[in-house]
């Protein structure tokens, strides 16, 4: 991971597109079945749609049929962190870029091995750099 990246709100939305805004910023979700890297299968590195930190291979990810992108693993251990999200009357665990703090998404405890992990990602949050 680089260090880390800090901009004020009205940089983020200089830099960002609504939706990217919507979703990085303000912890929105895509609708499902509609964003570019749900049916996706090219190789390649997938970075942080805000900042460019690498967070997921091509190769860790799957195709859950819940309608986002879904990986068993980040790139490293300091790609990503986690936070408790209690909205919607649920207790999630929140995906976060460790570079510069966006929401990407959440894990769920029921992917596939060898993690049994299930990190759900919004497309918008996410850049494909292909091999």
Not at 15 to 41: C, K, M, N, S, W
Not at 63 to 69: E, Q, V
Not at 72 to 81: K, R
Not at 117 to 130: A, F, P, Q
């Given at each position: ?36 890297y ?18 997921f ?40 870029c ?30 494909l750099?292909?091999?």
């Amino acid at each position: 991971m680089s260090d880390k990246l800090e901009r004020t709100e009205d940089e983020w939305r200089r830099v960002l597109t609504p939706e990217q805004y919507h979703v990085l910023r303000e912890a929105g979700t895509e609708p499902p079945f509609i964003g570019i890297y749900v049916d996706v299968d090219e190789e390649g590195l997938y970075r942080c749609a805000a900042c460019g930190n690498p967070l997921f291979r091509s190769e860790a990810k799957y195709h859950s049929g819940l309608g986002w992108p879904s990986f068993f693993e980040p790139v490293g251990p300091d790609a990503v962190e986690t936070r408790p999200d209690h909205s919607h009357g649920k207790v999630r665990t929140e995906i976060r870029c460790a570079r510069c703090g966006s929401h990407l998404g959440h894990v769920f405890e029921d992917g596939p091995e060898p993690t049994g992990l299930r990190y759900c990602m919004n497309s918008v949050s996410l850049d494909l750099e292909e091999e």
